[in-house]
């Protein structure tokens, strides 16, 4: 087993090395499955290209040894947001692998080697976040996707953190809730990151299991593959409605206190 990987410290060749060999099962997919997803969105096949993630995903979270346990209220029915916490790539595999799915990321990770190809392909919804001029665009691309039917994945804080907090919900995300799409529900959910192998997680292993900031995806890559069984857990709260709530920006702090409560609630243990 591979030593916990400190922020800044460059992996070594042969832990490269070990982790190619690990996840063999998942390159085979992805040389499978990558084409079929392809030839699915150029023909429309939506009842194809929603359920091909759903098995990459499972597939990788195998590879990679993580164990993940669903807890809380079931999910809403029709088109629904469901917006959280935001702590690794992982939260990706995890929620893609539960079922189908549209993330919302910002639109820098469609130009990123390997993960935005993977992004693109399974038809993740690319939104700027910081040119203001783009909030319209952003709004009617998410109605769009609600209208047909999709349920899309918002991580709220905008960013990622050490898993360890929850970072401040972002309101101007809400947006295209508002108005147009009073229907849709929006459901808050909180992924915490528990254990590994059977001992609850440190301040320093979260360091290389979140990926945040400055940090290099590689470590955390590297940790997550070496590091020994991982065990998550992702609960889902009770689904509201934004309008209802009485707009953006206190549906935004309700949901954020949900998920804040939840996770402090699992980080001390009571997550039986």
């Known amino acids: 087993m591979m030593a916990d990987l400190h922020p800044g ?8 090395v070990r982790a190619t ?10 040389i499978v499955l990558a084409p079929l997803q392809w030839l699915a969105n150029l023909l ?6 929603s359920r091909l993630p759903i098995a990459f995903h499972a597939i990788a979270l195998w590879c990679m040894g993580v164990r993940v346990r669903f807890e809380g209220e079931p999910l809403a029915k029709g088109p629904v947001v469901l917006a959280g916490n935001h702590v690794s ?7 893609g692998a539960r079922g189908r799915f549209r993330f919302i990321s910002k639109d820098d990770v469609a130009d990123w080697p390997v993960f935005g190809t993977l992004a693109r392909l399974q038809n993740t919804l690319f939104v700027s976040r910081t ?29 990622t953190s050490d898993g360890g907090q929850v970072l401040p919900f972002r309101p101007a995300l809400f947006g295209a809730l508002v108005d147009e799409a009073k229907d849709v529900m929006v459901q808050p ?14 301040r320093g292993q979260r360091a290389t299991l979140g990926w945040y900031g400055d940090l290099d995806l590689l ?10 069984p991982l065990d998550v857990v992702m609960v889902l709260g009770k689904p509201m409605n934004v309008a209802e709530i009485g707009g953006r920006k ?3 702090r309700a949901m954020e206190e949900t998920v804040r409560q939840t996770l402090a609630v699992k980080l001390r243990g009571r997550d039986s």
Do not use: C, Q
Not at 44 to 49: F, T
């Open 9 to 16: 410290e460059r992996p070594r060749t042969w832990d490269i």
């Open 21 to 30: 060999i690990k996840m063999i099962p998942l390159i085979i997919a992805l």
């Open 44 to 49: 429309r096949l939506k009842a194809v290209s």
């Open 89 to 95: 790539w992982l939260d990706i595999v995890m929620i």
């Open 131 to 159: 040119r203001k001029t783009d909030t319209g665009k952003m709004t009617d691309t998410m109605r769009e996707a609600l209208a047909n039917g999709d349920r899309l994945v918002l991580f709220a804080e905008g960013t």
């Open 189 to 202: 959910f909180t992924i915490a990151y528990l254990r590994r192998d059977g001992l609850p997680i440190s």
């Open 219 to 228: 470590p955390s890559l590297l940790d997550i593959i070496h590091g020994g």
């Open 250 to 252: 206190r549906a935004a």
